[in-house]
């Protein structure tokens, strides 16, 4: 059963941008706005399943929720987080994404995952 509920979850663009994204390290839902730009509350639904389901985790950091990959993926996910690495190379949407995130880096760095600042986290 764990199979098909990974695969419900891949089989969505969206979710696969999240989670190529998220394979870089743990993001506040406003960083996936200025990487993926997609509205805030598409990006909040789609990691709400993704939450749902096992595949990522969230925790509260002032007032932004940061998510990363699941801390202990099973072998199943983790080949498939593997597989959707090795094919988003070549696909230019996760290519743009990548380079956007790249951008961002220094804000994330000085800022934290959260977006918020380190002194508010």
């Not at 593997?82 to 743009?96: H, I, M, S, T, Y």
């Not at 380079?99 to 994330?108: D, Q």
Request: glycine letters at 4%.
């Amino acid at each position: 059963m764990e199979l098909v509920k990974i695969h419900e979850c891949l089989c969505d663009r969206t979710r696969l941008r999240l989670l190529h994204v998220l394979l870089q390290g743990p993001l506040c839902v406003c960083h996936f706005q200025d990487v993926l730009r997609e509205p805030q509350v598409k990006i909040s639904k789609h990691l709400a399943y993704l939450r749902t389901r096992g595949l990522v985790t969230c925790s509260r950091e002032g007032n932004w929720m940061v998510y990363r990959l699941e801390a202990k993926p099973t072998s199943v996910l983790r080949a498939n987080l593997a597989c959707l690495q090795d094919c988003a190379r070549e696909e230019p949407v996760f290519r743009r994404d990548l380079a956007r995130l790249h951008r961002l880096a220094p804000v994330i760095a000085s800022t934290g995952p959260c977006g918020c600042g380190p002194a508010a986290c």
